[in-house]
């Protein structure tokens, strides 16, 4: 369990919060840039961190995002004219570029300075691998981005979405570190019920020891990006099956593909904030060697995955924050929850993959009070990038120690895995050489069975 006030401080991210401190000293991404389809774009309302944002795409190309009211009188900038490189308050025609200069104030007299007195909440972006990333740290010059392995990739080998969630962004993120709960909440009702000698044979390896072993073994160790996360379940009787997962500062993860393929797709997803109450889910799937297939974007556009929801799954658009990203599937419905399938087919009666964990994670309340919690040890992953979490925000609002791995892009050139190993081998030197992001190799579920390196 968390005290309440490590709750609080690991839950609060608004200006000013040690925990919202710490992650504003790191690239944010935001938006897809197919978001702000052409010059002088509609803007956008946005909420980041607690903070009402405006982004807007100017008549050079180059986006920005700006405090939500003008700095006049407070009007909000969402309705502004997008036009000749910068934003028009329409109340009385104050016109901001995308560094919150002020360029143009018509209701002034024609040798008045005052304009040149009125900066307004700006922070700089970035264009990346089809995303808009923002900083909003304290840094006059921003750390490097990120070298994420999906960010070097072409274009056509990624696909990108996004989704809201009611919840704190930590109820949201522990989730997907959590390998504990594939064998409950994304099973199906046979999975439980004894196999025979012919299933056993026809199950993938991979299912068949998740389905024996409910209860893994964790191995969590503190690395210079964040945390290493192994799940060793029992194979067969002279080995172990590790799934291996990676959470990196500040919210971003990286899970094995769950598949046995020789060349999988790969997964990775930032759990940002949006306020304390809720979250946004940025999902990336992409394969490091060729461009994704039209089947796998088809699986992927129709809710396929963890992190995409579907678009046929998704309310009607609106112009609130988020609000093209909003799933059908709630609270105020029960997420469709189908008692029938529950007890014939899935175990957690809800059909969607992503909505599966929004359910558990959402009705935990908007802030979950970790004071009352009761870990076991299969909660080691989740105790591990807590404290990894509060111990650098801490650190950095106590003695002003630097954000973890932000200025070391390479430190996010890992990737996650699986293997089956001898069990007098010890995981993390085998494994070494797939955790790396090797350009021109793609290990993945090959992994499974793979020979040990030789040292």
């Known amino acids: 369990m968390l005290s309440k006030q490590d709750n609080e401080l690991l839950t609060r991210v608004g200006q000013g919060s040690p925990m919202g401190n710490l992650m504003r000293e790191y690239w944010i991404p ?41 700095p006049h009188r407070g009007a909000s900038l969402f309705f502004g004219r997008n036009e000749e490189r910068g934003l028009r308050c329409v ?22 300075s005052f304009k040149n007195k009125v900066h307004h909440v700006a922070y700089p972006c970035v264009e990346r691998a089809g995303a808009v990333w923002v900083y909003m740290g304290s840094r006059e010059v ?56 012919e299933q056993e044979v026809a199950l993938a390896s991979m299912q068949l020891y998740q389905r024996r072993d409910t209860h893994p073994h964790f191995d969590v160790l503190d690395t210079d990006y964040g945390v290493l996360i192994a799940a060793r379940r029992d194979a067969e ?34 759990f940002i904030p949006i306020d304390d109450e809720n979250v946004m889910v940025f999902a990336t799937t992409f394969h490091p060697l060729r461009p994704l297939t039209e089947r796998e974007r088809s699986v992927l556009k129709t809710g396929g995955g963890a992190g995409f929801v579907g678009q046929d799954h998704l309310l009607p658009p609106t112009t609130a924050p988020f609000g093209a990203w909003r799933p059908i599937a709630s609270a105020a419905n029960d997420y469709f929850i189908d008692r029938e399938a529950q007890r014939t087919s899935e175990f957690s009666g809800i059909k969607e993959f992503w909505a599966q964990d929004a359910a558990l994670q959402e009705t935990m309340g908007a802030i979950f009070d970790r004071s009352g919690e009761h870990l076991g040890s299969s909660d080691a992953a989740i105790i591990r990038m807590r404290m990894r979490l509060l111990n650098a925000a801490k650190a950095m ?52 069975g793979f020979p040990v390196p030789a040292r």
């Open 237 to 270: 009787p002279d080995t172990y099956y590790y799934r291996i997962s990676q959470f990196l500062m500040p919210f971003w993860t990286l899970v094995s593909s769950g598949t046995e393929r020789h060349d999988p797709a790969r997964g990775t997803r930032a």
């Open 142 to 197: 921003p750390p490097p981005l990120p070298e994420l392995e999906w960010m070097s990739v072409p274009d056509e080998h990624r696909i990108l979405a996004k989704r809201v969630q009611y919840s704190n962004w930590a109820q949201a993120i522990e989730g997907e570190i959590d390998s504990s709960h594939l064998a409950f909440t994304h099973s199906r009702v046979p999975d439980h019920q004894p196999l025979s000698g």
């Open 91 to 112: 109340y009385h025609g104050w016109k901001f570029d995308v560094t919150g200069a002020c360029v143009d104030m018509p209701n002034e007299p024609p040798e008045s």
């Open 30 to 70: 935001v938006l897809l840039s197919s978001e702000l389809p052409e010059i002088d774009s509609v803007p956008l309302r946005m909420r980041l961190l607690g903070e009402d944002l405006i982004a807007f795409r100017d008549t050079d190309g180059r986006v920005g995002m700006l405090g939500a009211q003008c």
């Open 397 to 448: 609002t106590d003695s002003g120690v630097k954000a973890p791995a932000v200025d070391e892009p390479d430190l996010y050139r890992v990737r996650a895995s699986m293997a089956v190993l001898p069990r007098d081998v010890e995981w993390l030197r085998a494994t070494e050489d797939l955790r790396r992001v090797v350009v021109g190799t793609n290990p993945g579920g090959a992994a499974v």
